[in-house]
């Protein structure tokens, strides 16, 4: 084991802070440790599986274990819902294993995200030595001549939901032994099925309940879901499975102390562009710390924002962008865009958790830090390590990245050097991906806001070896939302975590889920119950496109192939990464984000190492690239307009219309920037030749009179500047309500629209039919709109800058802008609007 941390976590914290001449820390939280609230074994718990646990360290389990396994055992649907390392595991294992032992015929299964997650799980049940229960993993990994050993005789199988679509359920018929006598589902990280994502899932769960009421078990099985912390589980797991869910959420495991620091870079002074970056003065290191200087000097190109070209990100990249919604509408200043010089700019997150990492790993601290993007995590760990070495050569060989995609035997390895502190600071992406078990560190140390209050307190949750303090800091991007969270840490501790969102009524997941469920068996009217609001427009919408054929007994499925169905992709088929030279397959993107990623120019990272697009084949689904690092970045811009289709709610409040409803939106991706990374100055513009593309989907938009405008203040010409920066920040808020980011939602603004005739602000979901973003916005909209408000408001630039209004994915190079009128608009929408 590593030593002792060479100081308090209070302590720590003063002489990192100290390191700068302005103290980059907004707050300080002290997370009191909480004693464990241990409960006794069950009655109905055997023997054999108490004494299975004794062996494996569990003397007593918690009481919120024993609360939520005890509803499970009276086959009640449940849903856990408490923090990281809570023994969430032992609350679904103790019930079905239970069942298992008492009843020789009946099985279990359990769904989780990943197969990392399943086979981690897999060894845990297999260590419990629970005779006859034969537990084994069911993926895309399994050998076929282990399958059918698998189906005839395992009794606890491990999937996860695209195994369970495309393989287990179309093979229904040789899963009916299993699925007959199926007890118990268990739906782990089940917060993970939010948005598009979750909805199809939502629909999987219903054909797999529909297969086993076919195959006998008509009273259904019972489901046991494991959720990170989030706001109202039961609601969410309800909308997940279609079936009432209670919900366990008061964490009664043990946790150590933790001080948590909420930390915004400093701004940067303002600097012409063409001299490169400047870093903020930092100090000289303390006495404490390793000698020399170990700040990350200038000059090494970096990011300025993380990339956001890695496959997990552009996942995100939704089928929008900002519109050019003001012709002929001149610049109120004329001057150029204001994204095109970035005047006043913070010292980059990325910049600053490297140093905090090399600060920490010098202090003899093991620290973990998470970076959303592989590539920023591999930013992060070169940076630090060469720090170190700069210090003390041969240090920095105590730092490592984690980028995904590691063998098991390598995850070990990290896992077991990071044990013994042979390694103490680790870059990485989000833990789900790490399949680690890594809890127990001393310092965590999180660049950005990962999106949910749900996934920071996952995140801070690594920290803290039981009995020891443990420090957590959260360092903020240049963003609105983060830089509204450090400066408003009651919404970060104060605050409930936010509502998984999944909207399973989506057109565009039930049709093709629908033709997925008559494929594995025709559809009877008692089905479209079971699929819930929309079921029975969907099929006849299917019968209509010749899909479906009705006869006296349902509905039948007229093709011979079964429906393509992907449950993760959206917005057309993916289209293949190759690099031309060898014609080796490097990834797939999503056809939604293949436009502003792929075109012919882009700049391309994958898995750390950047690419150059040579042509982007629409037809066949294909762009080739070489490998080529050039030091700029390149920014697809697109042009965007909206219609509006119908409105199926809104509020009519005097001189402010509120609205939700169905739009159509075009956009087309017409021109790409290149800027240089170091300094993001633009280089150029070039266009491009793509075609448009449609997509239907659900908005949330706002109107005003222009009389309302006038008497508050905001000059006419100023009005399409006051929209549109109002906007870039109601965009950039809105994962404070929903869980989502704003690379999942797209806006356009405009002083009048043609379906409005009024100025309005229009936010829309990034995907077809929507994905419940918007109506959540709109149900949330007064708590919404107050914290964009407020976000303007208090950011402490004068004309606006990424931490308020511009946007990192402005098709419109973020002109015009006006950040005093945006509050006014605000201010004029929230003082009409109805709590
Ligand atoms: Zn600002
Ligand atoms: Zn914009």
């Known amino acids: 084991m590593a030593g002792p941390p060479a100081a308090s976590p209070g302590e720590l914290l003063r002489r990192l802070r100290q390191r700068h001449p302005a103290d980059p820390v907004t707050h300080v ?20 599986l108490r004494a299975a646990y004794a062996r494996r360290g569990v003397a007593t389990p918690w009481r919120h274990q024993v609360e939520a396994a005890g509803l499970a055992h009276d086959r009640r649907h449940v849903v856990v819902a408490t923090g990281t390392a809570s023994g969430k595991s032992l609350a679904y294992q103790l019930p079905a294993l239970a069942t298992l032992l008492a009843d020789p015929r009946a099985t279990v299964l359990y769904l989780a995200p990943t197969k990392a997650l399943a086979a981690d799980q897999l060894r845990a049940v297999a260590a419990l030595e629970i005779e006859g229960v034969r537990p084994a993993c069911y ?144 100090q000289k290191p303390s006495a404490g710390m390793a000698k ?3 700040r990350v000097t200038s000059g090494q190109p970096e990011p300025r924002a993380e990339p956001s070209a890695d496959p997990a990100q552009a996942n995100r990249q939704p089928t929008s962008g900002q519109p050019e919604p003001f012709p002929g509408v001149p610049s109120p200043s004329g001057e150029p865009a204001a994204g095109s010089d970035l005047t006043q700019v913070r010292r980059s997150a990325l910049r600053e958790t490297a140093d905090l990492l090399a600060d920490t790993v010098a202090a003899g601290v093991r620290t973990l830090a998470f970076v959303r993007s592989r590539r920023g995590a591999e930013v992060v760990a070169t940076s630090a390590r060469r720090s170190l070495d700069e210090a003390v050569p041969g240090l920095g060989d105590r730092v490592a990245a984690y ?114 469920a008559a494929a594995e068996a025709p559809l009877t009217p008692a089905d479209l119950e079971l699929f819930g609001d929309g079921a029975k427009e969907a099929v006849e919408a299917l019968v209509e496109a010749g899909a479906l054929r009705q006869r006296p007994t349902g509905w039948y499925w007229r093709h011979r192939e079964r429906p ?116 993001g100055e633009v280089i150029d513009t070039r266009p491009l030749d793509l075609p448009a593309r449609e997509l239907r989907t659900v908005a949330v938009w706002f109107t005003l009179s222009p009389e309302s405008l006038v008497a508050a203040g905001v000059d006419p010409v100023d009005v399409p500047g006051a929209l549109h920066a109002a906007e870039h920040a109601a965009i950039g808020l809105l994962p404070l309500v929903a869980t989502c980011d704003r690379w999942d939602i797209g806006g356009l603004s405009t002083a009048v629209h043609p379906d409005t005739e009024a100025p309005t602000v229009f936010v829309y979901d990034g995907h077809p039919g929507g994905a419940g973003f918007a109506e959540r916005a709109y149900g949330m909209a007064a708590s919404w709109l107050r914290a964009t408000r407020d976000a303007i408001a208090e950011c402490g630039c004068e004309t606006g800058c990424p931490s308020c209004v511009q946007s990192p994915k402005c098709g419109n190079g973020n002109n015009p802008l006006s950040k005093p009128d945006a509050i006014r608009v605000l201010d004029v929408v929230l003082t009409n609007l109805p709590e």
């Open 292 to 294: 020399g200087d170990r």
């Open 403 to 516: 980028r995904g995609g590691y063998l098991r035997e390598e995850r070990r390895e990290l896992e077991r050097a990071l044990l013994h502190g042979d390694l103490l600071g680790l870059a990485s992406t989000n833990a789900l991906e790490l399949g680690v078990d890594l809890i127990g560190l001393d310092a965590v140390v999180i660049c950005g806001y990962p999106g949910t209050r749900a996934s920071l307190w996952q995140q801070a949750g690594r920290a803290g070896r039981s009995g020891q303090e443990a420090l957590a800091v959260l360092v903020a991007r240049d963003d609105p939302l983060d830089t509204y969270l450090v400066h408003h840490p009651e919404a970060v501790f104060g605050a409930p975590v936010e509502a998984t969102v999944l909207d399973p009524a989506n057109a565009y997941v039930l049709g093709p889920q629908l033709a997925c």
């Open 139 to 282: 993926d895309g990994d399994t050998p076929r001549a282990e399958r059918e050993w698998i189906r005839r005789h395992s009794r606890f199988v491990l999937t996860n939901p695209d195994m369970l679509h495309h393989g287990i359920l179309p093979g229904h018929a040789q899963w009916s032994g299993f699925l007959r006598r199926l007890a118990y589902v268990v739906v782990d990280e089940c917060h993970v099925y939010r948005g598009v994502f979750g909805s199809h899932v939502a629909h999987v769960l219903r054909r797999l309940r529909r297969q086993c009421a076919r195959y006998g078990r008509t009273a259904g099985p019972t489901f046991v879901l494991a959720s990170a912390t989030s706001g109202d589980p039961a609601a969410a797991a309800g909308r997940l499975t279609g079936l009432p869910v209670a919900a366990i959420t008061e964490d009664t495991s043990p946790r150590a102390g933790v001080t948590f620091a909420l930390w915004e870079p400093p701004l940067l002074p303002p600097e012409p562009s063409t001299s490169g970056p400047t870093p903020a003065p930092r």
């Open 564 to 679: 393509a169905v992907d449950l993760r992709g959206e917005g057309g088929a993916p289209v293949c990464v190759v690099e031309a030279a060898t014609g080796r397959l490097l990834g797939t993107v999503d056809g939604g984000s293949s436009h502003f990623l792929l075109h012919a120019g882009a700049v391309y990272l994958h898995q750390g190492v950047s690419y150059v697009v040579d042509s982007l084949d629409l037809d066949d689904g294909c762009a080739l690239v070489r490998p080529e690092e050039p030091d700029w970045s390149t920014h697809a811009r697109d042009v965007t307009s909206l219609s509006v289709v119908s409105v199926r709610s809104y509020v009519d409040a005097g001189p402010v219309g509120f609205f939700l409803g169905e739009v159509d939106v075009t956009s087309q991706v017409v021109s790409y920037q290149r800027r240089r990374i170091a300094t």
């Open 29 to 48: 939280e002290r997370v009191p440790p909480r004693a464990g609230v241990p409960a006794p074994w069950p009655s109905w718990a055997p023997e054999e």
